[in-house]
């Protein structure tokens, strides 16, 4: 969707570097979705974020919502083979006027090299 | 949990073809919706349903259509499929607005 801005499209990494992936909304958020997807399969989500200032972590992966800016931004750190895929954020502005449906970036591919 | 259910995993049609994609889910969850995927467009939303009984369009809704009798299915129709409907297919669904949504592993179709 052109109401979410992702960057970059592809990056490449040498396996141990730190990486950042950013989301822009033209939209209001209120709720800003992370997910995973390996080629050829389905996603898998990471993390979600609803409140401003919001900060979530799972392992190496941290992910941060600026609600005034309308951005989410996604920091993997000493990244890892494993770490490669599609990066993916969706985003809940009340597509149609109603809450839950997701609207998607067009996704950051990365590539980890060892 | 079996999840999200998609069904076909694989599909070739012929051009003006009709078939349905299945979605099931045993979430009890009432937000359903279905997206393509296309290389470098991302996720685009094409249908969705916030209940069984509601179902509204997406982002990309020609050429597709949705119904919702139950709660746990949300079948996509495609009346007459065109080469533009070549795509992976995934559907999806969330208890309420503001929780996760969980996909199932997608349909790839091919029309020829």
């Known amino acids: 969707s052109q109401e979410l801005e992702q960057s970059p499209q592809s990056l490449i990494v040498q396996e141990g570097k730190n990486l950042t992936i950013n989301c822009t909304s033209s939209k209001t958020l209120y709720g800003l979705y992370w997910y995973k997807q390996k080629y050829g399969e389905g996603l898998i989500f990471l993390m979600m974020l609803q409140k401003g200032g919001e900060e979530k972590s799972h392992e190496k992966i941290t992910a941060k919502l600026d609600e005034k800016k309308q951005q989410s931004s996604l920091h993997i750190t000493a990244s890892q083979p494993s770490h490669a895929g599609i990066y993916l954020c969706g985003a809940d502005i009340r597509y149609g006027g109603s809450q839950g449906n997701l609207i998607f970036g067009k996704g950051t591919k990365l590539s980890v090299k060892p | 949990n079996a999840g999200v259910t998609q069904t076909p995993k694989f599909q070739v049609l012929k051009t003006g073809q009709s078939m349905t994609l299945q979605c099931a889910q045993d979430?009890?969850?009432?937000?359903m919706s279905w997206y393509r995927q296309d290389p470098g467009m991302g996720l685009r939303l094409i249908h969705y349903?916030?209940?069984?009984?509601?179902?509204d369009q997406g982002e990309v809704p020609n050429g597709y259509n949705v119904s919702r009798s139950t709660t746990e299915d949300f079948p996509l129709r495609l009346l007459s499929a065109a080469p533009s409907q070549t795509s992976v297919y995934f559907c999806?669904?969330?208890?309420?607005?503001?929780?996760?949504?969980?996909f199932g592993q997608g349909t790839r179709l091919t029309v020829v």
């Open positions: 999806a669904s969330s208890y309420w607005g503001n929780t996760e949504a969980f």
């Open positions: 979430m009890n969850h009432e937000y």
């Open positions: 349903s916030v209940g069984a009984g509601i179902t």
